[in-house]
């Protein structure tokens, strides 16, 4: 099924690696060109790379760390550079750190806020007159399983992403008439470098971590980079244009509540 990405243009955040990796290459397979951001210059000057000479797109890295609050303007101008134009946004990055939710100063608060929030809060407020100018588009936030069906540790990421979920309904409600669908997606859990860190951070042997978690889930695997890429794709492409508003699991049935 040919979604219609094609000469579409995308910024991927955390297009280094991991499921930010997983829907840039979806979406380059598509025909997108893309402006990918992360804060490591080796990882992503080598995802760009790779991603144009496979899929013959143009693809341009910026560094940045999103928790700054002058680089979603220089984010966002590199493609109206480079492109001309704006279509879709994809608002991927890290996660703040794990702990007892009491155990948190103001500094760490206000960091996971950054992170989780504010970062989306400035690359929209950057890139909405674009994505208007190009007369629609799509804008899909990558937040986790936690913010629904909360975990006990993950807290800061709980909270924020909790006003994240809050932020783009509003938005997607402000922002329809425009022809610009916003839409999150909950990944349960994915296999990257960040999962295999959750691994190995414990005292059990990690192949044991894993056994168990897949234990857990209804479909019995850890899902793949892929598996949020496909359903990214269908949202921020026309066939999807009349889904809004919506937070979506992707997480193999974790997940365990009507709604
Ligand atoms: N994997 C899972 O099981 C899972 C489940 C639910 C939700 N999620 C969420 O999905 C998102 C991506 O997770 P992942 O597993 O793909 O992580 P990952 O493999 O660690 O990749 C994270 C990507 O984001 C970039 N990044 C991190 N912090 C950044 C910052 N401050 N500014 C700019 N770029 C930044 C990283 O590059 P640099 O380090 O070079 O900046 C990398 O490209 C996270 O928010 C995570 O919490 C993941």
Redo the contacts with the bound molecule.
């Keep these: 099924m040919d979604l219609g990405l094609k000469g579409k243009v995308a910024i991927v955040?955390?297009?280094?690696?991991?499921?930010?990796?997983?829907i840039a290459t979806r979406l380059a397979a598509e025909g997108a060109d893309l402006v990918i951001?992360?804060?490591?210059l080796p990882?992503?000057t080598k995802a760009a790379e790779n991603l144009a000479s496979t899929y013959g797109v143009r693809v341009v890295p910026v560094t940045?760390?999103?928790?700054d609050q002058d680089?979603s303007g220089r984010i966002v101008q590199t493609a109206i550079d480079s492109f001309g134009k704006l279509d879709i946004l994809v608002n991927?990055?890290?996660?703040p750190p794990l702990g007892a939710i009491d155990s948190f100063d103001d500094m760490a608060w206000q960091k996971a806020i950054e992170?989780?929030l504010f970062?989306v809060i400035r690359m929209v407020r950057s890139a909405l007159p674009h994505l208007k100018a190009a007369g629609g588009g799509s804008i899909l936030n990558?937040?986790?399983?936690?913010a629904i069906q909360p975990i006990a540790k993950f807290g800061l990421?709980v909270a924020t992403w909790a006003g994240l979920i809050g932020y783009a309904k509003t938005l997607s409600l402000e922002i329809a008439a425009h022809g610009i669908n916003v839409n999150t997606i909950?990944?349960?859990?994915?296999?990257?470098?960040?999962?295999q860190?959750?691994f190995n951070s414990g005292t059990q042997d990690p192949a044991t971590v894993r056994a168990g978690l897949e234990a857990e889930i209804p479909l019995g695997r850890?899902?793949l980079?892929s598996d949020i890429a496909n359903l990214v794709a269908l949202l921020v492409s026309p066939a999807g244009a009349y889904i809004t508003g919506c937070t979506i699991p992707v997480d193999g049935g974790l997940f365990r509540a009507l709604r």
């Design positions: 955040g955390g297009g280094s690696m991991g499921i930010g990796l997983g951001f992360a804060r490591r990882a992503l940045a760390d999103i928790r680089e991927n990055d890290g996660a992170q989780n970062s990558i937040s986790a399983i936690s990421s909950c990944p349960g859990y994915i296999d990257t470098d960040r999962l860190k959750v850890i899902g980079p």
